[in-house]
């Protein structure tokens, strides 16, 4: 079985400043990760995943993200926000093998002001 | 390019009452899934299914049936809603391998 954690819940930040929502998982089997996104009253979109390969995933909307296996951790980056980036988002791991239905974290609500 | 289709996006209903949440998808997908989204609390796995005839309880089942009688459709129903299952659901699907599409969920009050 896999877990995560969103470690945290709200992240306010100034537009054109750079953020980093954090993601740590664990799992006895190899990973697959991914970072959804969900604006107000709509469903989940995918920013990036992570299958094998290269450890820095670019996304969509300047997204990245590194995935960091002694750590277990999967942290989403964009180096300058913008407003319509306020946002939830939500972190997911599967395993790369079996169940083929991921586990969500608890979500991180990205606040950006002006 | 409908993808995952849930219907209604919104429903009412009294306690007690039974109702059915649809979910359809037009990818041809073999794994499908429910989830609730309350606050502060993520994406909770109600059901899953990996193809037709074939499902599975996920974190939180109790209170919900689901059937998968062809690769589109995959029903969620609540036999007896309780003011508990106040939540917003949402229906993905996805093949192996793939990341999960996600319909644009259905927001459901329980009186």
């Not at chain 1, 930040?13 to 970072?35: G, I, K, M, T």
């Not at chain 1, 469903?43 to 094998?52: D, E, H, P, R």
């Not at chain 2, 993520?42 to 939180?60: K, P």
């Amino acid at each position: 079985a896999q877990s995560v954690t969103q470690l945290d819940s709200q992240v306010p930040v100034f537009e054109e400043a750079p953020v980093e929502l954090r993601c740590n998982y664990s799992s006895s089997v190899s990973v697959y990760l991914f970072w959804y996104v969900q604006y107000p009253n709509q469903g989940l979109q995918l920013l990036l995943k992570y299958l094998s390969g290269s450890t820095l995933v670019k996304g969509i909307n300047g997204f990245e993200a590194e995935f960091n296996k002694s750590q277990t951790s999967f942290h989403l980056r964009k180096p300058s926000v913008h407003i319509s980036d306020t946002a939830e988002y939500f972190c997911a791991v599967r395993g790369s093998g079996g169940s083929y239905i991921p586990t969500f974290g608890r979500g991180t609500s990205l606040i950006v002001h002006p | 390019n409908a993808g995952v289709t849930q219907t209604p996006k919104f429903q009412v209903l009294k306690t007690g009452q039974s109702m059915t949440l649809q979910c359809a998808q037009d990818m041809n997908h073999e794994y499908m899934s429910w989830y609730r989204q309350d606050p502060g609390m993520g994406l909770r796995l109600i059901h899953y299914s990996v193809g037709a005839g074939i499902t599975d309880q996920g974190e939180v089942p109790n209170g919900y049936n689901v059937s998968r009688s062809t690769t589109e459709d995959f029903p969620l129903r609540l036999l007896s809603a309780a003011p508990s299952q106040t939540s917003v659901y949402f229906c993905a699907s996805s093949n192996a391998n793939q990341p999960q599409h996600f319909g644009d969920g259905t927001r459901l009050s329980i009186l």
